[in-house]
């Protein structure tokens, strides 16, 4: 994974929305598609097009805006389903990023796990930076190091998990680690079998 | 120390824990399906194997079809989703309740009518409501496709202690309130990410009085209250479910790990970090008629006006989510047309389930159309046994097979653009059951009574007499 320490004047992008859940974030019809052909394109696909295909002017949109690294949100972004797609979707778009007062605990997860750092301000800092994107201003800088948001007169700080923060600056793969620890899952693996012998499923089947 | 039930738990299945916090837990059963090949992909791409077949199994349900399952899958994505999850559990000497396997189901009606959820165990699977196996008294939670391949690969997942909470419901029910309307209830209280970053345990009498269905559904709308898992400590009504279930343990086993179970209760004076209550005759039959599931309301209530709601932000959701769904404020719910029924989905698919909307429709006719998709193909056989299988046809709705089908749409079950249903599944987010569709959310009685006279109604003068 890519290490992220800070977005240098990325092109941000308001979504003055709440409760954007991953159903919308990624519809569920294009989740049959392998990831090779990147799923960028379906990234809030119905918020942003028509039953017709034409446009409906989301920010995301905008010509100014393109290659968005960053959006900000209202609260409990990323509620609903687990569909790391959703993750995808935002990645393969560009994003590096995501501002909100408050996200779905498994879309948190996911994307530190793919390197996008959601970043929690409170409920008037993200209506502040809502207000000053919607009114004109097209970048922010996210320092990751200083837990900063730069780009209104004033840096907005914001918080991540301390682990999450690390796993970001370093880009670490949590499966690496794991493996470095494999003596012990064995051992804590043969004791418990003998401590909790009812916890395989039963063999009769 | 006086513990929870989910400090036991998690004290039972950390290997270890860093310095940061992080804590590598065990995983004792791992649930995967056509959406997990994402995580499969990662293994082949790493070179790596399922560490532990024998605690993973597949199951075939986001995309099957719910008809003409003698014939092959018509649509070719959804074929190839079908047949990739064969594919990646026969490569990997995982067992799979596949297509043409009489016990295939939802993964999360599965689990539990299998016996492969027990109390005490942690249970994953790349689907958000895993919870639903908190029931038992498991450690319960959806995860994404990279922890799946992180569980496929070392059978473990590192793990940060979620808060806690109780939420208690004291006192009856009364009748024609269950599960369902527990959860719409203290979700639209506390919002939907009410919950977030807790483990919820579900007590109190009401709770303890709830069949395993019940408890099963109660558990599953957890995550819809922004809770990754919901549990309730296993006691008798647990035991009773348990025995005989092909995968638990038998005979003198069973007596055994049922002292182990038993012991998983919180220790009486240990804290929660939130507390919640209810009383439940405050519980009524709860309609959604938003765009999340905090949108609910009792069925005799009206829809909101945002103009009088204080908040700016839940002012400005509730004008959205009405734009969305097409209603007027002030309008009574009662009033609302629907065009169509869903009875289905791991929340509400479950032979009780099934029982209690044939209640409402036994000798009825519905007046929109609608399916009804038994919550396993298990469930579906009983339900025919008993004759429920009749009344749904009787009435006008479709039986089919057991899936998703339009609790999600994959398989292409699906509203078209604009039409309202009355759902017992768990998202009523825009555009679930297609572009454009229109999701109410309530209880089996419910939607069945919606069924019957066209638009959202109280199902309990219709169960007079019934239940
Ligand atoms: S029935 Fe719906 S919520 Fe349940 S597992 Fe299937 S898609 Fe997910």
Known sequence: MEPLRRLDRAVACPLPLANVDTDQIIPARFMKQPRQAGYGGFLLHDLRFGPDGAALGLSLDDPARAGAGVLVARRNFGGGSSREAAVYALVDFGVRCVVAPSFGDIFASNAVNNGLLPAVVSEADAERLIAALEGGLDRLSVDLEACRIEGLPEPVSFSVDPVWRTKLLNGWDDLDLTLSHADAIRAWAEADAERRRWARPSSSC | ?467
């Open chain 2, 1 to 467: 120390m006086p513990r929870t039930l989910v400090d036991k738990l998690w004290d039972q299945h950390a290997i270890l824990t860093r310095e940061d916090g992080e804590t590598l837990i065990w995983i004792d059963r791992h649930f995967v399906h056509e959406g997990s090949h994402h995580a499969f992909a990662k293994l082949k791409s790493r070179g790596a194997r399922v560490a532990r077949p024998d605690l993973t199994f597949g199951v075939a349900d986001h995309y099957v079809p719910t008809r003409g399952r003698a014939g092959p899958i018509p649509d070719e994505g959804v074929r190839r989703m079908v047949e990739q999850l064969t594919e990646n559990t026969g490569l990997h000497g995982v067992h799979l309740f596949g297509l043409d396997d009489p016990r295939q189901g939802i993964v999360h009606v599965v689990g539990p009518e299998q016996g492969l959820t027990l109390p005490g165990l942690t249970v994953v699977c790349g689907d958000s409501h895993t919870s639903t196996h908190g029931a038992f008294g498991a450690l319960a939670f959806g995860i994404g496709a990279s922890e799946v391949a992180h569980v496929l690969t070392t059978q473990t997942l590192w793990q940060r202690k979620p808060k806690r909470m109780r939420i208690s419901v004291e006192g009856p029910l009364t009748p024609g309130v269950g599960a369902k309307d527990i959860a719409l209830t203290w979700i639209a209280r506390l919002g939907a990410d009410g919950a977030q970053g807790h483990a919820i345990e579900y007590a109190g009498s009401a709770v303890r009085a709830l069949s395993m269905e019940g408890r099963l559904t109660l558990c599953n709308l957890s995550i819809e209250g922004g809770g990754r898992c919901g549990m309730v400590a296993p006691d008798e009504t647990t035991l009773a479910y348990l025995r005989g279930r092909p995968y638990a343990p038998a005979g003198e086993a069973f007596e055994r790990a049922a002292g182990d179970w038993l012991a998983l209760a919180g220790d009486a004076d240990a804290a929660f970090d939130r507390e919640v209550s209810f009383r439940g005759d405050e519980i009524a039959p709860t309609v959604t008629w938003g765009t999340n599931p905090g949108d609910a309301l009792p069925i005799d209530a009206a829809v909101p006006d945002p103009e009088r709601i204080a908040d700016p932000g839940r002012a400005a959701h509730a004008r959205d989510a009405l734009a969305y769904m097409d209603l007027r404020p002030g309008q009574p719910l009662t009033g609302i047309r629907i065009d169509r029924v869903f009875i289905g989905s791991c929340t509400n698919a479950r032979i009780e389930d099934l029982r209690a909307a044939a209640a409402v429709l036994a000798g009825r006719t519905a007046r929109v159309p609608g399916l009804v998709s038994p919550g396993s193909s298990l469930v579906k056989r009983q339900a025919e046994e008993e004759g429920l299988d009749r009344i749904f046809v009787e009435a006008g709705l479709d039986w089919v097979e057991s899936g998703c089908s339009m609790c999600v749409g994959m398989n292409g079950d699906l509203l078209k653009p604009g039409e309202r249903s009355a759902s017992t599944t768990n998202r009523n987010f825009k555009g679930r059951q297609g572009p454009g569709s229109r999701t109410h959310l309530m209880s089996p009685a419910m939607a069945a009574a919606a069924a019957v006279a066209g638009h959202l109604a109280d199902a309990r003068p219709m169960l007079a007499g019934r239940l």
